[in-house]
C-alpha cells in the first residue's frame, strides 16, 4: 500500500473516530489524480439516482510521519475533510455550503496536524500562526471564493484559538464534535463566541 492510501485512509478513519461519525466509503475509491499544477477539489453531482462525488488530487507522495506538514500534506487532509463532511452531510439528509465545508476543512486541517484527539502534540499557538497567518490566497480578495476563503480561514482562527483555551481534553472534543454537527449559522456563531 503506498503513502498515499495509507494517509488518506488514515485521515479519514481519524476525522471519523473524533467526530463520532458512522464509517462511510473509502475516500481512495472516489480519487482522481489532477494535473501537475491543479490543487484539491471536490466535484459534486447531484442525479436522480443519489450523489455523485470526485475527489480530485494532485500527484505525489506525502511526507513522511513526524516530518512537518507539507503543502501536498494539507490538501490531502482538506480534501479528506471535504469529502467526510459531504459524505456525514448525505447521510443525515443535511444540506452544506461551500462556506461551511471551507470552515470545516480548516478547523480539521488544525486538529488533524497537532493530534486526532484535540491534544496537542505540536504546539498549537505555532500551528495556528502556520495555518492562519502565514498563508497565501490564490483568489483575489474582491471576489466571491476570495470573500469565501478568507472568511473561512478567519472563522477558523477564532475557533481553534478558543478550542484550546479549554480545560480537558474531553471538553475540546465535545465542542469539536458541536461545531461539525453545526449548519453554517451555528458554526460562524462558534466561531466568534466569547
Not at 11 to 20: A, I
Not at 111 to 137: H, M, Y
Request: with cysteine; hydrophobic share 40%; glycine share 6%.
Amino acid at each position: 500500500m503506498s503513502d498515499r492510501i495509507r494517509t488518506l485512509r488514515g485521515l479519514q478513519h481519524r476525522l471519523e473516530r473524533l467526530y463520532g461519525l458512522d464509517p462511510t466509503a473509502d475516500v481512495t475509491e472516489f480519487v482522481r489524480l489532477a494535473g501537475a499544477t491543479e490543487r484539491e477539489s471536490l466535484l459534486l453531482r447531484q442525479t436522480e439516482d443519489g450523489l455523485e462525488i470526485a475527489l480530485v488530487l494532485p500527484p505525489g507522495e506525502p511526507r513522511q510521519p513526524g516530518e512537518a506538514p507539507c503543502d501536498l500534506w494539507l490538501q490531502l487532509a482538506e480534501g479528506v475533510s471535504h469529502f467526510v463532511y459531504v459524505a456525514e452531510r448525505a447521510r443525515t439528509g443535511l444540506p452544506a455550503t461551500q462556506l461551511e465545508l471551507e470552515l470545516q476543512a480548516e478547523v480539521d486541517k488544525f486538529v488533524l496536524w497537532i493530534g486526532s484527539d484535540a491534544a496537542p502534540s505540536g504546539n498549537p499557538r505555532d500551528v495556528r500562526e502556520q495555518l492562519f497567518e502565514r498563508v497565501r490566497f490564490l483568489h483575489p480578495a474582491g471576489t466571491e471564493a476570495g470573500q469565501r476563503y478568507r472568511l473561512a480561514n478567519d472563522l477558523a482562527a477564532q475557533f481553534v484559538t478558543r478550542l484550546h483555551e479549554l480545560p480537558s481534553r474531553e471538553a475540546r472534543v465535545r465542542r469539536l464534535r458541536r461545531f461539525y454537527r453545526a449548519g453554517q449559522t451555528d458554526k460562524i456563531r462558534l466561531s466568534r463566541a466569547a
